[in-house]
T-cell receptor
Framework: GAVVSQHPSRVICKSGTSVKIECRSL??????MFWYRQFPKQSLMLMAT?????????EQGVEKDKFLINHASLTLSTLTVTSAHPEDSSFYIC??????????FGNGTRLTVT | DQQVKQNSPSLSVQEGRISILNCDYT??????FLWYKKYPAEGPTFLIS?????DKNEDGRFTVFLNKSAKHLSLHIVPSQPGDSAVYFC????????????FGKGTKLTVNP
């Protein structure tokens, strides 16, 4: 069964609204979580690295004020896409790793901004 | 600039034959390589990995070969099965203990019955 749960799997929102995506580690404590974005026929692009209790580290070119990441506990990280625009439409995937757990991916969230 | 390259976007093989998926990298700081398998609308699942101190790692039907001098690795699946049809991503990790992975664009494998 899934060890990393990502919710929602699909979301459609209007331009200008904000969307929150949750990533939970189900049976291990995730010391680090990663957020990726994938465009069609492209590779998974790392957006940010999130450590529990500290600020996320964003990759170059990723707007931290637009993609808010919160890693509030050892089992939950959230990505909030603020003031979404159609160009933010993409497939967002999280992954999590723990001290005694290898890297596991969530099933992804398909975001469509209309 | 793509640090991990999978130059074949797709590959089609017959059931029972060997599938060979290729991956090239440019960053000499990579010391650990992984292959992930991804079905549509799902996250990637780990398949097999290899450390840069090895040149081969085998797990059942899956074997990964690493040629450090050529900065090239390949995944061999033999015999291929229809259930192996998926997108395969090559990923690499830099030295230093970070878990950050750099992914290739993926190769879509189709195994025909």
């Amino acid at each position: 069964g899934a060890v990393v749960s990502q919710h929602p799997s699909r979301v459609i929102c209007k331009s200008g609204t904000s969307v929150k995506i949750e990533c939970r580690s189900l049976d291990f404590q995730a010391t680090t979580m990663f957020w990726y974005r994938q465009f069609p026929k492209q590779s998974l692009m790392l957006m940010a690295t999130s450590n529990e209790g500290s600020k996320a580290t964003y990759e170059q070119g990723v707007e931290k004020d637009k993609f808010l990441i919160n890693h509030a506990s050892l089992t939950l990280s959230t990505l909030t896409v603020t003031s979404a625009h159609p160009e933010d439409s993409s497939f967002y995937i999280c992954s999590a790793i723990g001290r005694n757990s290898p890297l596991h991916f969530g099933n992804g969230t398909r975001l469509t901004v209309t | 600039d793509q640090q991990v390259k999978q130059n074949s976007p797709s590959l089609s093989v017959q059931e029972g034959r060997i599938s060979i998926l290729n991956c090239d990298y440019t960053n000499s700081m990579f010391d650990y390589f992984l292959w992930y398998k991804k079905y549509p609308a799902e996250g990637p699942t780990f398949l097999i990995s290899i450390s840069s101190i090895k040149d081969k790692n085998e797990d059942g039907r899956f074997t990964v070969f690493l040629n450090k001098s050529a900065k090239h690795l390949s995944l061999h699946i033999v015999p291929s099965q229809p259930g192996d049809s998926a997108v395969y991503f090559c990923a690499a990790r830099e030295q230093g203990g970070s878990e950050k992975l750099v992914f290739g664009k993926g190769t879509k494998l189709t195994v025909n019955p």
